[in-house]
């Protein structure tokens, strides 16, 4: 089988990846992306060529929404005008409800939603890599057609990445937990200790623990908005189980601590067993 | 001047590591910990000798407790019995106020609370390495005797550290943002995770930065319960600033989100308009 042509829409960090590792896989990928982000990524060798529009784009076997999750569902609405039969439509979104809702919507029989589980805290074409799928896990959403499904997990593997079939809203309640609720932790976190005077101004004292925990913080929050926004349900039931654990943990009258502080108390510590009784 | 002799009380992953940075520098330390522990770090060339008791080991110049806090306020109500004026008292522990109280207390004026910021989701002398202190601040508090402070620094720059002088209150308020508040986040986003059906069985879908915000969480829980518990009211502050940070970070009504959301709606968004009108 020859291999599917493909154009990837929003050449950002995970669309420019997703071009640069099709290409080195001796896939055709055509770049859409306005007219500053195509020339670079022309220059890079990450695709073989660019278009201005989706619908331009739409003659590819395989096209792959990879803008922001907003303009995904607007690209999704244009696309459905001019897609032919047959045409394999996937994105690479954080949150796989609002899209596959819309595709299904639409009457989009060949749309399989999909979500890299890669990233980092950088942003943009000059911080895609074609490494950063290799060996994650990807997740499809089933669909309609399933040669559809097939073609995306072809390549999902192509780029080194290990997909896994997932419903949309098991995915968009697994990642509340593991990908969103961090995202706004990591920015609470460092809100808080700016926002005091002491930790402000001391802030040179803090170690690895403060800085890996505080990382996401430099996400794009414009982007994270959109994200956070699409998944608001399950991510605020994910906030609220964590304010739960949160208020169980520190020390405090009667909290789970305490009491365990109490038992614990009982027993004397091996090392003051050892060091201080003689 | 020669080098003062150091006894290092506690060979864990701080005092181990202590231990063996200053064994490299050319000190001549003398470890006390429970019997296996000093075997090991005998074994391991970190330290001159060994003793079972602090009473014993209270004839070097200056005296290191890096025991958990709890049994560093003990062992320093045992020396405050034997201490001969001169005798320098230090700690490496993560609260400086109740063991800096304790020794005013006590009229120990060769105290000097130390905390080095340093360290990893590890534990016990296994975990510890000479290279630990490198580049790293470390707290030293103010004492009555200033030729104490003297010697302490001296014993911090000797292992690579970079001493700064710091009021026990303040540190206490500062490191509450930058470190125990981490640490319970961790904990608590590890279990918010733990306790959803989907989440738990989806765990492996956890990206780097997941797995960055929930390292902590490994932390040893028994010396973590008694960190928390003697910086209790500033812990308690910093969660509640933290908590309110997360309560206006993800979307929802009247949100700072929401409000953001609505304004940046009015513009089309930079992607969305090179790529969608043509």
């Known amino acids: 089988m020859n291999k599917p042509t493909v154009a990837v829409v929003g050449l950002g960090l995970i669309g420019g990846s997703l071009a640069r590792a099709l290409t080195r896989a001796g896939y055709g990928v055509i770049g859409v992306d306005r007219d500053s982000v195509r020339r670079r990524a022309v220059r890079a060798g990450a695709v073989a060529g660019t278009t201005g529009t989706v619908e331009a784009a739409a003659g590819v076997d395989v096209l792959v929404l990879a803008a922001p999750p907003e303009a995904n569902l607007r690209l999704l609405r244009r696309l459905a005008r001019v897609a032919r039969p047959g045409l394999v439509i996937t994105d690479v979104g954080s949150v796989k409800r609002p899209i596959v809702q819309e595709a299904a919507r639409l009457g989009l029989r060949g749309f399989v939603g999909g979500h890299p589980m890669a990233g980092t805290e950088g942003a943009g074409f000059l911080a895609s890599s074609p490494d950063l799928f290799l060996g994650r896990p990807w997740v499809v959403t089933p ?99 964590f304010i739960r654990e949160l208020r169980r943990a520190p020390p405090g009258p009667g909290s789970r601590m305490t009491n365990e502080q109490g038992r614990r108390r009982a027993k004397p510590h091996s090392l003051r067993r050892e060091v201080m009784t003689r």
């Open 143 to 241: 669909a309609g057609d399933p040669a559809a499904v097939r073609r995306v997990r072809g390549l999902v593997r192509a780029v080194g990445a290990r997909p896994v079939e997932l419903e949309a809203a098991v995915h968009d309640r697994a990642v509340a937990f593991l990908s969103h609720l961090p995202q706004v932790v990591a920015w609470a976190l460092a809100a808080a200790a700016r926002g005091d005077a002491e930790a402000g101004r001391w802030r040179s004292l803090a170690g690895p623990g403060f800085h890996d925990m505080t990382r996401l913080a430099r996400s794009p929050r414009r982007l994270w908005r959109e994200i956070l926004a699409q998944n608001d349900a399950a991510v605020s039931r994910a906030l609220g189980a």
